[in-house]
């Protein structure tokens, strides 16, 4: 890590089962965060989600058990427990560690499934500007868990959450005080994403 950056591994939610139980989708995030947090010691991991379901157990508490089962120690691990969905995700995570950073930037290793990745790359970058943070995004996608026929479902429903994502990101990010300029254009991600779904269009 350069003198000049802070590192830190974030990886996403997802609604958990009753009970807290979480999905097969949610253990392999959080397996790929901790390969990640292990190939740079130094970074501070931060599992983001609340209790949206009201299961009565957060997402971050969820995936902080199986971070530790998978050989993250405890003091590297800062939980985020107020997120309910990804532009919060990337809004309080932000908050938490804004304070550590002083002038350095901010080297974010985003962890989450493929199909949401492109969606969410965008928000944290969209988010990082409106707060002001220098942020530097490297993104480590996991697989996708679950049959064909559900990711192609996904695939369509996360176009249709991106096309309408500048609105609600900019009702977020003013609800808390924050103006948004310009917004980086959606096309990347977008594209991004049609590719992903003729790719498995073509898969039988």
Same mark, same amino acid.
């Given at each position: 890590m350069s003198a000049s950056e802070f590192s830190v591994v974030v990886v996403l939610g997802k609604g958990l089962g009753p009970g807290g139980v979480p999905s097969d989708l949610l253990r392999e995030r959080c397996i790929l965060a901790a390969r990640a947090a292990k190939e740079i010691p130094e970074a501070v991991v931060i599992p983001t989600g609340g209790d949206p379901a009201g299961v009565g157990v957060t997402e971050a508490a969820a995936m902080e058990m199986i971070l530790r089962e998978n050989g993250v120690d405890k003091d590297r691990i800062q939980l985020e427990e107020k997120a309910?969905? =990804? @532009?919060?995700n990337a809004f309080f995570a932000f908050r938490l560690? $804004?304070? %550590? %950073?002083? *002038? #350095? $930037?901010? +080297?974010?290793?985003?962890? @989450? =499934?493929?199909?949401?990745?492109? !969606?969410?790359? /965008?928000?944290? !970058?969209?988010v990082a500007k409106a707060m002001g943070i220098d942020l530097v995004l490297e993104q480590h996608p996991s *697989? /996708?868990?679950? *049959?064909? &026929?559900?990711?192609?479902?996904? %695939?369509?429903?996360? %176009? !249709? $959450? &991106?096309?309408? *994502?500048?609105? #609600?990101?900019? +009702?977020? &990010? #003013?609800s808390h005080g924050l103006d948004c300029e310009r917004m980086e254009d959606l096309g990347p991600a977008m594209k991004e994403l049609q590719e992903m779904l003729l790719k498995r269009a073509g898969s039988y």
């Amino acid at each position: 890590m350069s003198a000049s950056e802070f590192s830190v591994v974030v990886v996403l939610g997802k609604g958990l089962g009753p009970g807290g139980v979480p999905s097969d989708l949610l253990r392999e995030r959080c397996i790929l965060a901790a390969r990640a947090a292990k190939e740079i010691p130094e970074a501070v991991v931060i599992p983001t989600g609340g209790d949206p379901a009201g299961v009565g157990v957060t997402e971050a508490a969820a995936m902080e058990m199986i971070l530790r089962e998978n050989g993250v120690d405890k003091d590297r691990i800062q939980l985020e427990e107020k997120a309910f969905n =990804t @532009t919060s995700n990337a809004f309080f995570a932000f908050r938490l560690i $804004r304070g %550590l %950073l002083g *002038s #350095k $930037r901010m +080297r974010l290793m985003l962890v @989450t =499934t493929s199909d949401h990745m492109p !969606r969410s790359a /965008w928000i944290f !970058r969209v988010v990082a500007k409106a707060m002001g943070i220098d942020l530097v995004l490297e993104q480590h996608p996991s *697989s /996708w868990v679950g *049959s064909l &026929l559900q990711e192609k479902g996904n %695939l369509a429903a996360e %176009l !249709r $959450r &991106l096309r309408g *994502s500048p609105k #609600k990101v900019e +009702r977020f &990010l #003013k609800s808390h005080g924050l103006d948004c300029e310009r917004m980086e254009d959606l096309g990347p991600a977008m594209k991004e994403l049609q590719e992903m779904l003729l790719k498995r269009a073509g898969s039988y």
